[in-house]
């Protein structure tokens, strides 16, 4: 089993940049594809961004690409999501989750292990 903690939201003015950090603990935080998703009010989670194993692979949603980055650190257990160019529609919780997938899948259903979520707001 997998854990997994989000942090690194809060409260930004659109045009801002933000870094989110999701930190695994449990079995070989390798051994997991990872994604990023989001959930805004009134609307169902959505997939933002996700990365295979060895950080070789990213997959990103069309709105978020060009604008967002996932990486991940495996000696650190950690996956990130830099953002940059927050919208606020980029508002939402964000939720990372863990799946034994190879490569980065675009639904929720796919992921095993979830966090709790952050919240990123955006908003003058």
């Known amino acids: 089993q997998v854990q997994l903690v989000e942090s690194g939201g809060g409260l930004v003015q659109p045009g801002d940049s933000l870094r989110l950090s999701c930190a695994a603990s449990?079995?070989?935080?390798?051994?997991?594809?990872m994604g990023w998703f989001r959930q805004a009010p009134g609307k169902e989670r959505e997939f933002a961004a996700g990365?295979?194993?060895?950080?070789?692979?990213?997959v990103y949603a069309d709105s978020v690409k060009g604008r967002f980055t996932i990486s991940r650190d495996n000696a650190k257990n950690t996956v990130y999501l830099q953002m940059h160019s927050l919208e606020p529609e980029d508002t939402a919780v964000y939720y990372c989750?863990?799946?034994?997938?190879?490569?980065?899948?675009?639904?929720?259903?796919?992921?095993?292990?979830w966090g709790q979520g952050t919240q990123v707001t955006v908003s003058s």
């Open positions: 989750a863990a799946t034994t997938a190879s490569t980065p899948l675009k639904y929720s259903s796919g992921y095993l292990y």
């Open positions: 449990g079995r070989t935080f390798s051994s997991y594809t």
């Open positions: 990365i295979n194993r060895s950080g070789g692979t990213t």
